[in-house]
């Protein structure tokens, strides 16, 4: 099997258990913190700079920096292909420690909200009776409708 067919393989497997989870009621939040190629390089310098994080960043670390490009083409195609109507990714700028954990914050506060008014209003109790799979909750579709679904991007006025 090449390298391609166990990353599909994999996402495949990813999916589905994504949607037995989702559909099981759980709530799934997934988050993709975003460097630039400029980020990465800058923090992997400052980094080896100081002597109490030094030790952090290895050859390999830089290795893998020289095929950045690589990595993220890899990379959005596996957003795009699990990213789905039951669990979808939310993108954030990881450059900024602050700005990251207040938009993670924001985005698990509001999702958290949003299950508990839908809870409130029996969302969890009620099931589709005609043809469906046992145990879908009204308003959820098969994650196999949604692959490829955009991830969603956070911003933020902050």
């Given at each position: 099997?090449?390298?391609?067919?166990?990353?599909?393989?994999?996402?495949?497997?990813?999916?589905?258990?994504?949607?037995?989870?989702?559909?099981?009621?759980?709530?799934?939040?997934?988050?993709?913190?975003?460097?630039?190629?400029?980020?990465?390089?800058?923090?992997l310098r400052q980094l080896e700079e100081d002597p109490a994080t030094a030790w952090r960043v290895t050859q390999t670390d830089w290795e893998r920096f020289?095929?950045?490009?690589?990595?993220?083409?890899?990379?959005?195609?596996?957003?795009?292909?699990?990213?789905?109507?039951?669990?979808?990714?939310?993108?954030?700028?990881?450059?900024?420690?602050?700005?990251?954990?207040?938009?993670?914050?924001?985005?698990?506060?509001?999702?958290?909200?949003?299950?508990?008014?839908?809870?409130?209003?029996?969302?969890?109790?009620?099931?589709?009776?005609?043809?469906?799979?046992?145990?879908?909750?009204?308003?959820?579709?098969?994650?196999?409708?949604?692959?490829?679904?955009?991830?969603?991007?956070?911003?933020?006025?902050?």
């Amino acid at each position: 099997m090449t390298g391609t067919a166990r990353l599909e393989t994999a996402l495949d497997e990813i999916n589905r258990l994504e949607q037995m989870l989702t559909l099981d009621g759980a709530l799934l939040v997934k988050f993709w913190f975003h460097l630039s190629k400029e980020a990465q390089r800058k923090r992997l310098r400052q980094l080896e700079e100081d002597p109490a994080t030094a030790w952090r960043v290895t050859q390999t670390d830089w290795e893998r920096f020289s095929q950045y490009d690589r990595y993220r083409k890899v990379s959005e195609h596996v957003l795009r292909t699990t990213s789905t109507g039951n669990a979808p990714w939310t993108v954030v700028a990881g450059a900024h420690e602050r700005y990251r954990s207040v938009a993670v914050a924001t985005v698990l506060l509001n999702a958290m909200r949003k299950r508990l008014a839908a809870d409130d209003k029996g969302f969890k109790t009620r099931l589709i009776s005609h043809g469906s799979a046992p145990g879908r909750r009204v308003g959820q579709t098969s994650c196999a409708q949604h692959v490829g679904a955009a991830p969603r991007v956070h911003q933020s006025g902050l």
